[in-house]
């Protein structure tokens, strides 16, 4: 009972692990090496998938950019010169954590400043039930009131 309770806790993990789709052949040899072009190519966004780094996607353009980036450590390059490299062919979007500049900043402030307006439209709409909720009926409006109350009840007592 507790092996197999165990061995499901164990696959549950193994689930929930990223599986990362870097393929065997483009390991680089130099340990030091592969785990830069892995922290670079996890800051990369997948052009195809779009939501995805280049290491988790397994479309062919993901895989010809961790070629790229591991191409360009291998020649010496810096990681700070592969990222100016491929934002200068890419743009920013290639970033998943594009930097805070003028044609960025909707990127990072757009979602506080819709959260905000909805914030305020909602407590706009709460208190504005509350002012109908309070409001006295004029007098015509009591009038058409207990019209339609005493047409109501004489149906009941008519039918009953």
Known sequence: MIRTLFLALL??????????????????ADPQLESRARAI??????MVCQNQSIDDSDAPLARDLRLLVRERLSAG???????????????????????????????WVGPGVIFLLVALLL?????????????????EERAELAAVLSSKDEARRSAG
């Open 11 to 28: 696959f549950s993990l193994a689930a929930l692990a990223p599986a990362y789709t870097v393929r065997p052949d483009e390991v680089l």
């Open 41 to 46: 190519s996890s800051e990369l966004r997948c």
């Open 77 to 107: 390059d810096s990681d700070s010169a592969i990222r100016a490299f491929l934002t200068a062919r890419y743009g920013d979007f290639i970033l998943l954590r594009p930097p805070l500049k003028l044609e960025t900043a909707l990127l």
């Open 123 to 139: 407590l706009r709409r709460h208190y504005k039930k509350e002012d109908v909720a309070g409001a006295e009926l004029t007098t």
